[in-house]
């Protein structure tokens, strides 16, 4: 999908813009990336973007728990 939306998040990485259209994706929520001045764009229809900054959120939150406690996905059988 192209054409006018709303960018949700940007970074010089494209690898990082990357991650966040897979959480987008898994959420369901059209979007696209785009490249700009100021780096890779994740655009979302207008309407789509509170639920998107929301999926994008909450991917921030467990990503940052995950990496304080490396063995947190671990589970002992």
Do not use: F, K
């Amino acid at each position: 999908m192209q054409g006018p939306g709303t960018a949700v998040r940007v970074t010089p990485s494209r690898q990082r813009a990357d991650e966040w259209a897979v959480v987008l994706a898994a959420a369901g929520t059209p979007h696209w990336l785009r490249r700009r001045l100021d780096g890779w764009a994740v655009i979302v229809p207008p309407d789509d973007a509170p639920s998107a900054l929301t999926s994008l959120a909450a991917y921030d939150q467990q990503n940052s728990r995950d990496s304080r406690s490396p063995s947190s996905n671990w589970h002992a059988t």
